[in-house]
């Protein structure tokens, strides 16, 4: 028995930029999805993954591996049959030219595509030790996949901004330029804070940088937190 379905429709993709490493939770939403077991997301015209059954306006797919670029995205009801819109197709293809020109320049509107960028990890941390207190502004550069994307980041719908995560405490990133970013180390929690500042220990953490919120990368060297210099009388 051949089954018709009614024509699947995309409205929104979110987030539109992951990295090239895959594995970035992806929220379809659009109207007439159905829960068939074999309904797919699309990334480009041949990368088809496996999508998780939300509702009939819902799906979430995990981004798979791909090369740099910008792809169109569509849905697929058999995991056979997908033709992206061809103001996808244009858009992505327009984007990844202008991206691999130059990262920082502006895109058009991402509409229905997703973006595959380069792990943003930097070889470079500065300072890499600060107080237990937190506070330190950490430069971090030399970002071993190029410089960052300022151009998608920016022309996201809501513009995406450089994400820190330090010991799991997340923030902002401040003075993002496609060299480096800065960003400023958290208090440690209070009991590693009693044994740094009392037991002198030292406590290295990783540094974290994301592009998108969701898909955080480490810096090649870590953070060490360290108890306060202590003056003794003379």
Known sequence: VFVYHPHPSLLRVAPTVGTTLGGT?????????????AIACAFGRTALVGAIYVNSSMLVCGSPP???????????????????????????SA????????????????????????????????????????????VLSRFLNGRLPLGLLASAQPPLRPLCRINGVAAPAGNVTAESVICVTPPMPAA???ATLEGGVRTSVPIELSLNGIDFIPALPTFTYHGEPTLLPS
């Open 25 to 37: 939770p992806v929220l379809l939403l659009g109207a007439n999805f159905t829960g068939v077991p």
């Open 66 to 92: 791909l090369p740099a670029g910008t792809y169109a995205v569509g849905v697929s009801i058999n995991g056979i049959d997908f033709e992206p819109e061809e103001d996808s197709v244009a858009r992505a």
């Open 95 to 138: 984007i990844t030219a202008i991206v691999a020109t130059d990262p920082t320049a502006a895109v058009p509107a991402h509409g229905l595509t997703f973006s595959a960028v380069a792990p943003p990890q930097a070889a470079d941390v500065q300072p890499d030790t600060g107080p237990a207190a937190g506070g330190t502004a950490v």
């Open 192 to 194: 590693a804070m009693t």
